[in-house]
């Protein structure tokens, strides 16, 4: 089959080259996280590899293993610090996989009992709640 390649322009690689602000929540040097700014509920943060992957379809199992440990610590964190009863994690790889922005990105998704996720799309309106929930966030992980 044909292989889609990777676009360095795309709104994930500016962010990690500090071309686009984000609500950072944890970074390393092989991995970021910061908040997702259409949040499918409240606490919702995305898990990225800084290396070129597009998606789980393409990255190497190193970068893949550093990004998937950070994801299990963020959904300790987040879950504890947002004071969630449970947390739903996606991740969509191509466009009919749903896949949008095509840098590999893990969805970490707090939620709460009776709470419906929101429909795709919503941005915020108020970023201090989202700061406000990453200064959270952090504090649980002790950065
Ligand atoms: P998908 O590729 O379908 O997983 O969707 C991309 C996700 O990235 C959506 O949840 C968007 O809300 C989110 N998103 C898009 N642009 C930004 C941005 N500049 N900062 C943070 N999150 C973003």
Known sequence: GFEMSY??????????????PAEKIFENDKVLAFMDIMPRSPGHLLVIPKSSARNILDIDDENLCEVIKVVKKL???SKKAMNATGVTIQQFS????GQEVF?????IIPRYTGKPMNRPGQMVKDMTVLSMQANKIKAELGV
Do not use: C, P, Q, Y
């Open 103 to 107: 840098h590999l990105h893990f969805h």
């Open 7 to 20: 676009d360095e322009k795309n709104i994930f690689a500016k962010i990690i080259r500090g071309e686009l």
């Open 94 to 97: 191509e466009a009919d996989g």
């Open 75 to 77: 959904a300790i964190a």
